[in-house]
């Protein structure tokens, strides 16, 4: 067992997960096939995706989430990548740590990490879809991203690549769908991803002794631009429902994704959208693998509202910052506790 029960692990009365959770059956369920549309897309909007774009921007307005199915991510490629990463956590504790992050490089494998400032009860891997990928260290330096790739299982680092190209795909062409739902063309936002710093996760979730004091991931929102996540069958993914604040569990459904839209898309969409709080909740029975991909632009991509949607009447609601420097900010909080909570969007929200 890599993880044992501390005090490290207990939230707060107030954030601690109720003994029942309701399933979320709100959050949008969205069937991607009129995605090759998008291709042959010049003119008027056809009208199999314009009902698509439609159906993405409500659930992007109204929830933050939805779920796909008939995304055009192969299940066999689904399924390698869930074989790697279960062999992978089956390894011995010491072969895992073989490849520990650590501060200097903060790919690889790491089971300490804190969310709002609590460590979660997790295990995680983290590579990047590109390297090596720079992310922002200061003014007058960067940090090169290598992955750490362990020598086993066999056949992990290729099960890995070709999901990342995979699901990159998939990406684009939600970013496209976004684009859409801002009546913008629909590539206007890829050059902000030359050179992404995209990150995809391996997520696993012990059972846990004791559920009702511990999360697997705090609550929290998603800084990047957009996030694709695939669950197992054992759920424990939650959405804060803006409607009354509760919390809500997303029902798994086989071959499909959870998408989240992000920090990023709210400052772009200068908050038509807003990314969702969400956590994740253990048990003590079975243990959890997830695997989101984080959708993220280049490190020297200056993040503000875009330009075609702020006018005098609908003036810019933040002020630009680096996207390299505010994820590295935020990677700073994971290794340790901080004296205030971690940098977050609305500290450049204007003042109205």
């Known amino acids: 067992m890599v993880l044992e029960f501390d005090p490290a692990f207990i939230q707060a009365p107030e954030h601690r997960p109720k003994p029942a959770v309701t399933e979320a059956g709100g959050i949008p369920l ?22 698509l774009v439609a159906q993405v921007e409500a659930a992007c307005r109204d929830w933050g989430f939805f779920q796909v199915i008939n995304h055009g991510v192969p299940l066999a490629v689904v399924e390698r990548a869930w074989a790697a990463s279960r062999g992978f956590f089956a390894l011995p504790p010491e072969e895992r740590r073989r490849v520990r992050r650590n501060e200097v490089n903060p790919l ?19 590579y990047v ?69 995209s990150l995809i996760r391996l997520n696993h979730y012990p059972p846990c002794p004791s559920p009702h004091l511990a999360l697997g991931v705090g609550r929290h929102k998603d ?24 919390w ?45 991909f984080f959708f993220n632009p280049a490190h020297d991509v200056m993040v503000k509202p875009l330009a075609e949607l702020v006018d005098e009447k609908n003036p810019a609601n933040y002020e630009e910052y680096n996207w390299g420097e505010f994820l590295k900010t935020r990677a700073d909080g994971n290794f340790k506790k901080l004296d205030v909570e971690n940098i977050q969007i609305y500290h450049f929200k204007k003042a109205k």
């Open 223 to 246: 800084p990047g631009a957009l996030t694709i996540l695939a669950q197992d069958d054992v759920g424990g993914l939650d959405v804060r429902r803006r409607s009354d604040g509760e």
């Open 30 to 51: 969205i069937d991607l096939s009129p995605l090759h549309l998008l291709e042959q897309h010049g003119g008027p909007l056809v009208a199999g995706l314009e009902v």
């Open 248 to 292: 809500i569990r997303v029902k798994p459904i086989p071959n499909s994704f959870i998408i989240n839209v992000g920090d990023i898309v709210q400052v772009w969409s200068n908050d038509k959208y807003e990314s969702t709080e969400h956590r994740v909740s253990v048990n003590s029975e079975r243990e959890r693998f997830s695997i989101p």
């Open 108 to 126: 690889g494998y790491y089971e300490a990490e804190n969310t709002k400032n609590v460590r979660d009860w997790k295990e995680v891997f983290d």
């Open 129 to 197: 879809v590109h390297e090596p990928a720079d992310a922002g260290g200061g003014v007058d330096r960067l940090i090169e991203l290598r992955n750490q790739w362990p020598q086993f299982p066999h056949g992990f680092r290729e099960a890995l690549v070709e999901y990342a190209q995979a699901t990159e795909e998939l990406a684009f062409k939600l970013l496209e769908l976004i684009s859409l739902t801002l009546s913008l063309p629909p590539k206007r936002l890829h050059g902000f991803f030359k050179d992404q710093t």
